[in-house]
């Protein structure tokens, strides 16, 4: 999918061959425009300018879903490339440091396969919501109050960016200051700053976080 958006605030600091390559993309989609449908359906599938929702992938969906169809082809409604967006799962919106909206919910569901063991057949699959960019917006941090650090279902803080650490709370990454706040009763936790990921699982990278 062309993020439109993306591209041209990136152009914008770019060298003039960046700004020649921009343009080529307009003359291109323009030419798409004048020449209409493609004649096949495999034409769709990689077209700058129109798209068959068959052709999504599993983590793309029009948007909005009242999009406007620009015609049919093949008994298959045709969209403009613009109104397919890409979505995204709640881990991934995280790690952007970013959050849902109030009152949001899945813009789309899909199936994920999970790995319970190592033996061939002992597979499971649960549902994945997926959101788009417009469903969320800045993590707003919550307030570490009492000495009490806020955390997770999982007993951690969630520290993919700066200001993704709770207020009233230090981030203090030395060996051993999870132990020592211990020791001095001092409520701590474990920062989560990333994944590590293996072929059967992924694994929570760790810091040290502690409300002072």
């Given at each position: ?156 803080v969630e520290l993919f ?19 020592l706040a211990r020791r ?29």
């Amino acid at each position: 999918m062309l993020n439109h958006e993306f591209w041209d605030n990136f152009i914008a600091d770019q060298p003039r061959h960046w700004v020649t390559l921009r343009e080529h993309t307009k003359s291109m989609k323009k030419i798409m425009v004048d020449r209409g449908f493609p004649k096949s359906l495999g034409g769709f599938k990689h077209n700058l300018v129109f798209a068959l929702e068959k052709d999504n992938l599993k983590i793309e969906a029009i948007y909005p879903k009242n999009a406007p169809v620009l015609g049919t082809f093949k008994s298959h409604n045709v969209y403009s490339r613009d109104n397919i967006r890409s979505l995204k799962q709640i881990i991934v919106i995280k790690k952007e440091g970013r959050g849902l909206k109030e009152g949001e919910v899945p813009y789309k569901m899909v199936k994920q396969k999970i790995i319970y063991d190592r033996w061939p057949g002992d597979d499971r699959w649960k549902d994945l919501p997926l959101y788009g960019d417009w469903q969320t917006e800045r993590y707003k941090a919550p307030i570490a109050e009492n000495g009490v650090v806020p955390r997770n279902e999982f007993g951690n803080v969630e520290l993919f960016k700066p200001w993704m650490l709770p207020k009233n709370a230090e981030h203090v990454d030395l060996p051993g200051s999870y132990a020592l706040a211990r020791r001095l009763n001092i409520d701590a936790a474990h920062a989560v700053v990333g994944f590590e990921f293996s072929p059967l699982s992924s694994c929570p990278c760790y810091e040290w976080g502690s409300c002072l």
